[in-house]
């Protein structure tokens, strides 16, 4: 167990309807970063929160937000789904934001949009 | 062309088998080098991360990098079948921001 904690583990969804997928980062951890894993992409980094502020932007589509909140848990919304959205959203945690190497994972939510 | 490219497998040995498993890229200015593995339907686990060029030996586990190659491999010693999973290669430029290659499923019989 990592320490990192997402919910929900599955959700099924429709074509253009909006989800918004939580996590919580482990104690300590001040930076939160959202990936995407697909079958035919891979895992692929998304954004990274560090204390509330956006620090990073991967390959995020502008129909994916994200926020860390105060107390650190960070929300990846996700609208106009599309059948190619249906993957695995993993968040992962790390205690700083500069040249950090450990990245602890969550057990991440499957998300199936039909 | 991706810039992290891995063999996806499956690649099936047998216990006590040494395993080799590998990672090439195409960009010069990643300078760390992690390795994770991931079982079924649970998220990445970080097993080793590295620097510089030369090994890295953690247990069972030993990591190499070639940066002049630009090729990174994993070494399992002694596999078990609590070894299956997904290995899953990552790098790092300056910053955060994780690039992984596609994973290797490694499958070990008993």
């Known amino acids: 167990d990592s320490g990192v904690t997402q919910t929900p583990k599955h959700l099924i969804t429709a074509t253009g309807q909006r989800v918004t997928l939580r996590c919580s980062p482990r104690s300590g951890d001040l930076s939160v970063y959202w990936y995407q894993q697909s079958l035919d992409q891979g895992l692929q980094f998304l954004i990274q929160?560090?204390?509330?502020?956006?620090?990073a932007k991967g390959n995020i589509l502008e129909r994916f937000s994200a926020q860390q909140f105060p107390d650190l848990h960070s929300e990846l919304n996700l609208s106009s789904l599309e059948l190619g959205d249906s993957a695995l959203y993993f968040c992962?945690?790390?205690?700083?934001?500069?040249?950090?190497?450990?990245?602890?994972f969550g057990p991440g939510t499957r998300l199936t949009v039909l | 062309q991706k810039e992290v490219e891995q063999d996806p497998g499956p690649l099936s040995v047998p216990e006590g088998a040494i395993v080799s498993l590998n990672c090439t890229y195409s960009?010069?200015?990643?300078?760390?080098f992690m390795w994770y593995r991931q079982y079924s339907r649970k998220g990445p686990e970080l097993l080793m991360y590295t620097y510089s060029s030369g090994n890295k030996e953690d247990g069972r586990f030993t990591a190499q990098v070639d940066k002049s190659s630009k090729y990174i491999s994993l070494f399992i010693r002694d596999s078990q079948p609590s070894d299956s999973a997904t290995y899953l290669c990552?790098?790092?430029?300056?910053?955060?921001?994780?690039?992984f290659g596609g994973g290797t499923r490694l499958m070990v019989k008993p």
């Open positions: 990552a790098m790092r430029k300056a910053g955060n921001m994780l690039t």
């Open positions: 960009n010069s200015a990643f300078q760390y």
């Open positions: 929160y560090y204390n509330g502020e956006e620090r």
């Open positions: 992962a945690s790390s205690v700083g934001t500069i040249n950090n190497n450990e990245q602890f």
